[in-house]
Each structure stands twice: as structure tokens, then as C-alpha cells.
């Protein structure tokens, strides 16, 4: 996690934001790099035709701007998603900090290098057609000893893989009814193999 890497050496803010409330805009000028503390928010890019395309979404504890640390324009815009507490570092500050500590620019590429796993994956599961087989490829990704805890709301896990919060219910439903999941209050069990 990113602040897990610079500690507590970088002088940092906390802001407030609303949902919809914009953090950032695409191509403004790079001076903050920022990590979620509570709630959401999305990275939306304007593609040449003007559409808003959703790029990712990051959820408490998570960083979300580290592509912009070599950048002088944000790629996107930052949108809240819902009310959220954030964390401001200086780009200067954050990039000067990574020069001077070798070990936390390592950890740094090692936690992106995990992310762009993560998304490829991400993509993989997107792409599965059925709700009941993408929501069992995802859980089996994410299950530490076969138990998925909850690291955010099921509403997020479902707009995390391309699901309508409706659909991911039923399909829960039907999976536990199937005997291939067991729902806990705080993980989902998973009994069998997809």
C-alpha cells in the first residue's frame, strides 16, 4: 500500500468530498498524488469522441494517481463516488522521497506491478459471459484458503467486475442454493471448484 511506502516522511493533506465532487481534471497540471482513506471515487477519461469511459475505481486504501508521478497532466478525471476522505502528497515531494530511498521506490514498482496483474486479471473476468462463472472466477482469484472477506460492499464488488448490484444478488443466491458458496457475514465461503 502506498502509504505503508513513504510512511510518514511526506507532508500530506486530508480533504473532504461530496459525491460527484471533481478531485482532478484530465489534463490540468500534476501536484498532488493522492490515496483514498474512506469511500470512493473514479477515474474517468474522455476519449476522442468525447465519451466517458470509467478506468478504474479505487476504494479505501488505495493510491490512485501514482501513473501521473511521471507525468505533467493528469491522464483523467477524478470524480468522487461517493462522500470520501482523501490524502494529498506533493508530486515533488513524493517523487524526491522515492529518488532518496531506493527500498520504497522497489516496493513502489512492486505494488504497481501487482496492480497491472490485478487489472489483466480483472479484464479476464469481465470478459467471462455468464454472471455465476464471473462472479466464481473472482472469487477464486481474491479467496485466501478458500473464504473471500469483504474489503469493500458487495455494490462495489459487483460494479468492480461489470455486474448490476441486482445481478450479482440473484447470482449469490444461486451459487449458495447450488452448494457452491456458503454467504457469512463478513466472507463468502467457496465449497466447490469452477
Do not use: W
Not at 482513506?37 to 474522455?46: A, D, N, P
Not at 477524478?78 to 520504497?104: G, H, I, R, T, W
Not at 473476468?125 to 466464481?136: E, F, P
Not at 462495489?156 to 467486475?161: E, G, M, P, S, T
Amino acid at each position: 500500500m502506498f502509504l505503508d511506502i513513504i510512511g510518514s516522511d511526506i507532508q500530506r493533506k486530508n480533504l473532504t468530498f461530496k459525491k460527484g465532487d471533481k478531485v482532478f481534471s484530465q489534463n490540468s497540471a500534476i501536484d498532488q498524488i493522492y490515496c483514498v482513506v474512506s469511500g470512493r471515487v473514479k477515474l474517468i477519461r474522455e476519449n476522442i469522441e468525447g465519451r466517458s469511459i470509467v478506468v478504474h475505481v479505487a476504494y479505501a486504501g488505495e493510491s490512485f494517481s501514482e501513473a501521473s508521478l511521471f507525468s505533467d497532466e493528469y491522464h483523467c478525471h477524478c470524480m468522487a463516488d461517493s462522500s470520501c476522505e482523501l490524502l494529498s502528497f506533493p508530486k515533488d515531494s513524493v517523487l524526491k522521497f522515492l529518488y532518496q530511498n531506493p527500498d520504497a521506490m522497489m516496493a513502489l514498482i512492486k505494488n504497481l506491478t501487482g496492480q497491472v496483474r490485478d487489472l489483466r486479471l480483472l479484464g479476464e473476468i469481465k470478459s467471462i459471459y455468464s454472471a455465476k462463472s464471473r462472479i466464481m472466477a473472482f472469487l477464486h482469484s481474491k479467496a485466501n484458503k478458500s473464504l473471500f472477506y469483504y474489503s469493500y460492499s458487495l455494490i462495489d464488488l459487483a460494479h468492480n467486475i461489470g455486474l448490476t448490484h441486482e445481478t450479482l444478488y440473484r447470482n449469490l443466491t444461486a451459487l449458495e442454493n447450488d452448494g457452491k458458496i456458503i454467504k457469512h457475514d463478513d466472507c463468502i465461503e467457496l465449497v466447490s471448484v469452477i
